[in-house]
Protein backbone atom coordinates (compact mmCIF):
# COMPACT_ATOMS: atom_id res chain seq x y z
CA UNK A 1 0.00 0.00 0.00
CA UNK A 2 0.97 3.31 -0.96
CA UNK A 3 0.06 6.29 0.24
CA UNK A 4 0.21 9.76 -1.52
CA UNK A 5 -0.54 13.48 -0.24
CA UNK A 6 -0.57 15.85 -2.21
CA UNK A 7 0.54 19.82 -1.08
CA UNK A 8 0.60 23.15 -3.18
CA UNK A 9 -1.44 24.44 -5.91
CA UNK A 10 -3.46 27.32 -5.32
CA UNK A 11 -4.91 30.00 -7.70
CA UNK A 12 -2.64 32.29 -9.48
CA UNK A 13 -2.93 34.64 -12.66
CA UNK A 14 -2.35 33.34 -16.82
CA UNK A 15 1.35 33.81 -17.02
CA UNK A 16 2.00 32.70 -13.71
CA UNK A 17 3.87 29.73 -12.02
CA UNK A 18 2.52 27.67 -9.27
CA UNK A 19 4.21 24.00 -7.83
CA UNK A 20 2.84 20.94 -6.53
CA UNK A 21 4.52 18.40 -4.32
CA UNK A 22 3.58 14.78 -3.62
CA UNK A 23 4.87 12.97 -0.36
CA UNK A 24 4.70 9.15 -0.97
CA UNK A 25 4.56 7.06 2.29
CA UNK A 26 3.41 3.49 3.70
CA UNK A 27 5.24 1.31 1.70
CA UNK A 28 8.79 -0.42 1.53
CA UNK A 29 8.76 -0.08 -2.09
CA UNK A 30 9.12 3.27 -3.77
CA UNK A 31 6.62 3.75 -6.31
CA UNK A 32 8.21 2.42 -9.70
CA UNK A 33 6.71 5.20 -11.41
CA UNK A 34 4.86 7.69 -10.64
CA UNK A 35 3.55 11.26 -11.49
CA UNK A 36 0.97 14.15 -12.22
CA UNK A 37 -2.44 13.08 -13.80
CA UNK A 38 -5.32 16.44 -13.80
CA UNK A 39 -9.03 16.68 -14.32
CA UNK A 40 -10.99 19.48 -15.04
CA UNK A 41 -14.66 19.50 -14.52
CA UNK A 42 -16.81 17.94 -16.86
CA UNK A 43 -13.40 15.69 -18.70
CA UNK A 44 -11.69 13.15 -18.34
CA UNK A 45 -8.36 12.49 -16.07
CA UNK A 46 -5.43 12.80 -18.13
CA UNK A 47 -1.64 12.23 -17.63
CA UNK A 48 0.11 15.70 -17.23
CA UNK A 49 3.83 14.49 -16.52
CA UNK A 50 5.26 10.83 -15.28
CA UNK A 51 8.63 10.14 -14.06
CA UNK A 52 10.34 6.53 -14.06
CA UNK A 53 12.51 5.94 -10.83
CA UNK A 54 13.85 2.74 -12.64
CA UNK A 55 15.05 4.24 -16.02
CA UNK A 56 15.19 7.92 -14.70
CA UNK A 57 12.99 9.18 -17.72
CA UNK A 58 10.48 11.48 -17.54
CA UNK A 59 7.29 11.71 -19.57
CA UNK A 60 5.09 15.03 -20.60
CA UNK A 61 1.60 15.76 -22.00
CA UNK A 62 2.21 17.65 -25.05
CA UNK A 63 0.27 20.35 -24.20
CA UNK A 64 2.48 21.10 -20.88
CA UNK A 65 5.70 20.66 -22.37
CA UNK A 66 8.34 22.92 -22.39
CA UNK A 67 6.16 24.73 -19.08
CA UNK A 68 6.14 22.48 -16.36
CA UNK A 69 8.81 20.27 -14.87
CA UNK A 70 8.85 17.31 -12.90
CA UNK A 71 10.95 16.39 -10.34
CA UNK A 72 11.84 13.39 -7.98
CA UNK A 73 13.86 13.44 -4.80
CA UNK A 74 14.27 9.62 -3.83
CA UNK A 75 15.90 10.05 -0.52
CA UNK A 76 12.74 12.03 1.02
CA UNK A 77 10.04 9.83 -1.21
CA UNK A 78 8.90 13.00 -2.73
CA UNK A 79 7.85 14.14 -5.95
CA UNK A 80 7.48 17.62 -7.30
CA UNK A 81 6.05 19.66 -10.17
CA UNK A 82 6.59 22.83 -11.03
CA UNK A 83 4.54 24.89 -13.25
CA UNK A 84 5.66 28.31 -15.43
CA UNK A 85 3.34 30.00 -17.83
CA UNK A 86 -0.18 28.73 -16.91
CA UNK A 87 -2.49 28.95 -19.02
CA UNK A 88 -6.85 29.53 -18.29
CA UNK A 89 -6.87 25.31 -19.44
CA UNK A 90 -4.44 24.47 -17.10
CA UNK A 91 -7.16 25.11 -14.48
CA UNK A 92 -8.05 21.21 -12.88
CA UNK A 93 -7.29 19.17 -9.60
CA UNK A 94 -4.53 17.80 -10.00
CA UNK A 95 -3.57 14.45 -8.84
CA UNK A 96 -0.52 12.47 -7.64
CA UNK A 97 -0.50 8.82 -8.84
CA UNK A 98 2.14 6.11 -8.29
CA UNK A 99 2.01 2.45 -9.05
CA UNK A 100 4.92 -0.48 -7.65
CA UNK A 101 5.32 -2.11 -10.93
CA UNK A 102 6.74 -1.57 -14.44
CA UNK A 103 4.31 0.15 -16.72
CA UNK A 104 4.81 0.02 -20.90
CA UNK A 105 6.45 3.50 -21.90
CA UNK A 106 3.44 3.84 -24.32
CA UNK A 107 1.04 3.70 -21.11
CA UNK A 108 2.63 5.84 -18.51
CA UNK A 109 0.69 8.89 -19.36
CA UNK A 110 -2.48 7.04 -18.94
CA UNK A 111 -4.88 6.51 -15.78
CA UNK A 112 -5.22 3.01 -15.77
CA UNK A 113 -1.64 1.69 -14.97
CA UNK A 114 -1.68 3.97 -11.48
CA UNK A 115 -3.17 1.56 -8.91
CA UNK A 116 -2.06 4.53 -5.95
CA UNK A 117 -3.69 8.09 -6.41
CA UNK A 118 -3.76 10.93 -3.74
CA UNK A 119 -6.94 13.37 -2.60
CA UNK A 120 -6.02 15.97 -5.42
CA UNK A 121 -4.94 20.05 -4.98
CA UNK A 122 -6.99 22.32 -6.42
CA UNK A 123 -4.66 24.82 -9.23
CA UNK A 124 -6.83 27.41 -10.87
CA UNK A 125 -5.23 29.82 -13.35
CA UNK A 126 -7.54 32.86 -14.19
CA UNK A 127 -7.52 35.61 -16.61
Known amino acids: QVELVESGGGSVQAGGSLSVSCAAS????????WGWFRQAPGKEREGVAV????????YYADSVKGRFTISRDNANNTLSLQMNSLKQEDTAMYYC????????????????????WGQGTQVTVSS
Open 51 to 58: SSRLTGKT
Open 97 to 116: AATTTIVAATQVLMVRPYKY
Open 26 to 33: GSTNQPAI
